[in-house]
């Protein structure tokens, strides 16, 4: 649905950080085939606004994103009991035309189109800069991009570091507090096994996504430099 920034229509005050699955103007379905027109943040907020987003090693997402379909159109006797009562309580994804029900039915489909990781990563759209990144972000000017709108990104393999800096990113006074801490996290497609990508796919799979490697890396580079 719609976001509404504010319930007052004279009194339309930003948040000073709002958080989603927002995508660029360029992005009209979402990864499960609904329309996400109305969640582009080009849209939404004005030009000016800061960025903060994660980026993982482009390949490690693919593999991720294919065992989540898999992980969520498990049939129920192979579900876990957590991930069964999340189905039924949160998700709802077994009451007909829910969104969780429309989500369930619409990840069979790419599983049923998509027969195996390398047919998955070959043909499936799995770009992050082209879809999340500012529009015409491209080799020329990905640098300036993240200099002048991302106010932070973080590395996926560096969580905890990453979540440490971030917090002293938005802390209104700048200031730090030395503590040391570890993020909680709950991985639920680890346990499913799948096979690895060939080699062929992967070199292919670099090269249709050579800016999100390049974008990547880079932003990798200078994360482990500071």
Known sequence: GK???SSHSKNKRLPKICGGHFR???VKKSFSGFNIDD?????LFPNNIKLITFLRDPISRAVSMYKFLNMNCLPIYKMSLN???KNIFIFKSFIPFSNGYLLRKRNKEILRKYKNID?????YDLSVVSD???TGTNEGNFKEVIKKRYSFIGIIEHMDESVKRLKTTILSNGEEKKESFKIRQHNRTK?????KPKKETIDFFKKKY??????????KKEFESQ
Not at 191 to 195: D, G, S, V, W
Not at 210 to 219: A, G, I, P
């Open 3 to 5: 976001i509404s920034l």
């Open 24 to 26: 660029n103007s360029s």
């Open 39 to 43: 969640i582009s943040y080009e849209k």
């Open 83 to 85: 991930d069964f009562l």
């Open 119 to 123: 047919d998955f990563m070959l043909n």
């Open 132 to 134: 999340y990144f500012p």
């Open 191 to 195: 346990a499913l096994k799948i096979e």
């Open 210 to 219: 050579s800016l999100d490697f390049l974008v990547y890396e880079y932003v």
